[in-house]
């Protein structure tokens, strides 16, 4: 069964499981939470349950068209992401032209949107014109890390589902499945704050280890390159999240080396940091990056808001965190 792919969050399966049996389908539905939460893979679950073919309880995954949706290969499912940094006018005029088409294979033509919160004024506009005259047959699924972003008019015309935090327990047992030791799960547990793709991204030691060494290079590059450009590059990526999480490890094992003497096994890297970083500095800056972590819980600016939290980090790294500048 797909269902066990949505893993911790038996209640919304349940939700969603009991609407298909009462056969009570929205037409449009929001799933909204933090990046990494798992909306896409709620998502793909859903769209593929509706289609379901299989005897019994849909979402079987074994049906021809359980597995054409699994794979991608569905005609009845679409997926819009944004073109740039937006959901554009022009994709909405295509889902339009698509939605009012009868389905071709299944019971209902999906139309999944992506960062549904990116989408331009005028795109949300003619959504909006769909959603309140819904087309039989076609059924809506919106993704989105800050609902605000999106007219309270579109948003009325969902089913609203916020995505919950997976809770430790269930943390730990996905973590166990990846084969961690008992220190590493309660420490990426700890870490990743409900949040099964941050945890499963730390947990794969060759992607976390990029982070690391991204987050070691920003803090050196803070010394003497511009913080704007440095700003906008950290705005465009991916997973930034998942950066920060690693820029305050960095941060936090610099202090400790400064105070305590502490070595760990990223040593050769935090030699030349702590050079530069006094144990004050660091205190500062990591209320900064909390700070930063905090603002972007909300609809933000996030070039802004980066070039802030590094200005104020270069200048305490500058000043010692205390207003005493460093001796050259």
Excluded at 113 to 138: C, F, H, M, R, W
Aim: net charge neutral; charged share 20%; with cysteine.
């Amino acid at each position: 069964m797909i269902w066990n792919t949505i893993y911790g969050r038996q209640e919304l399966v349940q939700t969603l499981q009991g609407a298909l049996e009462a056969r009570q389908i929205a037409h449009a539905y929001l799933f909204y939470g933090p990046d990494g939460i798992g909306k896409k893979t709620i998502a793909r679950v859903w769209a593929t349950a509706l289609n379901c073919t299989g005897a019994g309880q849909k979402g079987c995954g074994v049906c021809a068209a359980c597995r054409k949706a699994l794979q991608g290969t569905h005609p009845d499912l679409h997926w819009l992401q944004p073109e740039g940094k937006s959901l554009k006018i022009d994709q909405m005029r295509q889902l339009k032209k698509l939605a009012y088409l009868k389905p071709r294979e299944g019971k209902y033509q999906v139309f999944i949107l992506e960062q549904a919160d990116a989408l331009t004024a005028e795109a949300a506009n003619s959504l909006l014109k769909v959603l309140e005259e819904p087309p039989p047959g076609s059924l809506f699924i919106l993704l989105a890390q800050h609902p605000a972003l999106l007219p309270a008019t579109v948003v009325s015309r969902c089913q609203v589902f916020a995505v919950p935090r997976l809770d430790p327990p269930n943390m730990a047992r996905l973590l166990q499945q990846r084969g961690l030791a008992a220190a590493e799960i309660d420490e990426i547990t700890e870490w990743a704050e409900g949040i099964p793709g941050r945890a499963l991204a730390m947990s794969d030691q060759t992607k976390w280890r990029t982070y690391y060494t991204e987050a070691v290079e920003v803090l050196r590059a803070l010394t003497d390159g511009p913080v704007s450009r440095l700003a906008a590059a950290l705005a465009e990526r991916e997973e930034l999240d998942i950066f920060l999480d690693a820029l305050t490890l960095v941060l936090r094992e610099v202090l400790l080396r400064q105070t305590v003497g502490t070595l760990t096994k990223h040593e050769q890297h935090l030699s030349l940091l702590a050079e530069s970083w006094s144990a004050q500095a660091c205190i500062a800056a990591l209320h900064e990056v909390l700070f930063l972590q905090q603002s972007l819980q909300s609809p933000v600016n996030k070039r802004l808001a980066l070039e802030k939290m590094l200005r104020n980090m270069k200048e305490v790294s500058e000043t010692d965190g205390n207003g005493s500048r460093h001796s050259l």
